[in-house]
């Protein structure tokens, strides 16, 4: 007998009196000790399939078909039965543990509430079992950690005490909805192997969510790809991954990130450059604040990027990767040298009298050395208190979450414009017009510009982003984990996308991301950061076929497999 048996389930939702199929007609079974994998893009109705399982949906949710747990129907049980199946038998681990933990109590206050819930354990008994499973997932020293609030824990570690909190009643199905999404390739490494000793030690069977295939072909007995709400194919993984007979699983399996940036062009003048940067943020303590100490977030750090030319930069979560581009973007205060276009910024500290930049005002500018040349003539007309705003034009940022760094109540044309209106727009140029130009140049439909962004897909929402961006023609954009939050197939685009911006303008990327397929596709050189260190930096091509430090073979062998 199956443990989870799911018969032609659908599942559609009313809202703004239309009715939304989500889930069509989905047929799939989990046996005992199996992992199955549901893979898909995001809106194919793989999270609401599984959230069906044990009757979590909203309350304008309409759920025909058949849903049964050791043969009992899930599908209409009353919410007294549902209660005694979810969280003893049925545990699920979500995926980001930030806003699936309450950040008000303790880890031991949040695990000892679902012992206290399903075994009615407290107190001392309580106390043992939490640490018994912190141990087991993990977590050393785990009896210091108990009076730990979310915030101060790692994503990993975050992750863990989910799981800990899905294996506290000894359940016999796991869901995994995309637990190692946002985590590193290192800490997404442990967490994989861990559920798999789990599922080992536990006799447990195991529903995973994903997008990424390159997690199912490590982790899955068999999987089911879904499109549109529909399964489209399933079978045995290797099966699936041998010979993929559905188009849209063919598509999947071929959206990998293929080929390199253009090499960098002979001469290509330096853009940025960083002399012994380093970012440290003092430890005060005491009445009177007192510095007993510093975070150093950033030691030491020496780069530099040439127009056309991306580097990678990478290292796992706290490594110093994102505190490095924001000072260089001058954002954060720091020590040692920041020099842009031959000028040194670091110590700029708005002592200078107004100036206006007039780059694009210039007839003719069109290539590379002449945006360059009349950005450095900008520049040194600049002796003014806001001369930071001559360089901000030129030094832009992309973010990794495009839904939270766009304003909800803008539409695309505002938020696109918006940089036009601080640094203003070209002389003889409309503002409508220049957006929709840029619009169509990152692959966006100029007639959608009177949108807002909850109206489009993640990847569409990363293209507006990008847009905001290169109206402005920068010559350097840092990429903060542009991808990160994307589907493969996604990914793929904004990768091609970005190589044809670089290509086209002479952008000079420093490109920040966890992902070393996606490095690899984007970057000319690499930097590889550890606890705010440079441990590593060289050509992309030398760091990944002969990776000198202990810690990139890691991220290597976590990424690739065993490196030789």
């Not at 058949?66 to 009992?72: A, F, I, P, Q």
């Not at 007294?80 to 309450?102: C, H, V």
């Not at 803008?410 to 209106?421: D, F």
Request: hydrophobic fraction near 40%; include cysteine; charged fraction near 20%.
């Amino acid at each position: 007998m199956s443990v989870l048996e799911v018969k032609n389930l659908s599942v559609s939702f009313r809202q703004d009196g239309r009715v939304i199929q989500a889930v069509k007609g989905v047929s799939f079974s989990v046996a005992k000790g199996e992992t199955v994998a549901l893979v898909g893009e995001s809106g194919s109705g793989k999270s609401v399939t599984a959230l069906s399982t044990v009757g979590l949906l909203s309350d304008n949710a309409e759920v025909a078909g058949s849903v049964t747990y050791r043969g009992s129907q899930m599908v209409g049980a009353t919410e007294a039965n549902l209660r005694k199946i979810r969280g003893n038998d049925i545990s699920f681990i979500f995926q980001e543990p930030m806003t699936s933990l309450n950040p008000l109590h303790t880890i031991e206050k949040q695990l000892a509430e679902s012992l206290a819930l399903h075994q009615g354990l407290t107190g001392t008994a309580a106390r043992a079992r939490i640490i018994e499973l912190l141990g087991k997932v993990g977590i050393r020293d785990a009896e210091s950690r108990l009076g730990a609030y979310p915030h101060q824990l790692s994503g990993g570690q975050r992750q863990r005490v989910m799981i800990a909190m899905a294996l506290a009643n000894g359940p016999e199905l796991l869901v995994a909805d995309e637990p190692t999404t946002a985590l590193d390739v290192t800490i997404q490494a442990q967490i994989l192997d861990l559920l798999a000793d789990l599922k080992q030690a536990e006799g447990l069977s195991l529903l995973f969510i994903t997008h990424d295939l390159n997690i199912v072909r490590r982790i899955a007995d068999r999987v089911c790809v879904m499109q549109g709400g529909e399964i489209v194919e399933q079978g045995p993984t290797a099966e699936i991954f041998g010979n993929p007979r559905h188009p849209y699983t063919q598509k999947l399996l071929a959206a990998e990130q293929k080929g390199g940036p253009q090499p960098v062009p002979a001469g290509s003048q330096e853009i940025v450059r960083t002399e012994n940067l380093r970012v440290w943020f003092p430890i005060h303590k005491g009445l009177l604040r007192r510095t007993v100490g510093h975070v150093k977030a950033v030691n030491d750090a020496s780069l530099s990027v040439r127009a056309g030319e991306t580097l990678g930069i990478v290292g796992e979560s706290g490594s110093g990767k994102t505190t490095l581009a924001l000072a260089i973007l001058r954002l954060i205060g720091s020590q040692g040298k920041v020099v842009f276009l031959g000028r040194d910024i670091s110590r700029l500290d708005e002592t200078w009298d107004e100036a206006q930049a007039r780059r694009d005002a210039s007839p003719g500018v069109e290539t590379w050395d002449e945006l360059i040349d009349a950005a450095r003539a900008a520049f040194g007309r600049a002796k003014g208190r806001r001369a930071m705003r001559v360089i901000r034009r030129n030094m832009q940022v992309v973010f990794q979450d495009p839904y939270g760094s766009l304003s909800p109540r803008m539409t695309v044309e505002q938020i696109i414009a918006e940089g036009l209106g601080v640094h203003g727009v070209e002389p003889g140029r409309n503002r409508t017009e220049m957006v929709a130009e840029i619009m169509r140049e990152v692959g966006l439909d100029p007639a959608m510009m009177g949108r807002y962004p909850h109206e489009f897909s993640g990847g569409q929402r990363q293209r507006i982003a990008i847009a905001r961006a290169m109206i402005l023609r920068p010559l350097l954009v840092v990429l903060d984990e542009p991808t990160s939050a994307l589907d493969m197939t996604v990914q793929v685009q904004i990768v091609q996308l970005l190589r044809e911006l670089q290509r086209k303008w002479g952008l000079a990327y420093i490109f920040i991301s966890h992902d070393l397929r996606v490095i690899r596709a984007m970057a000319h050189k690499v930097m590889v950061m550890q606890a705010g260190d440079v441990v590593e930096a060289g050509t992309c091509e030398t760091v990944f076929t002969n990776p000198q430090s202990d810690y990139t073979k890691a991220l290597m062998a976590a990424a690739f497999g065993p490196v030789s």
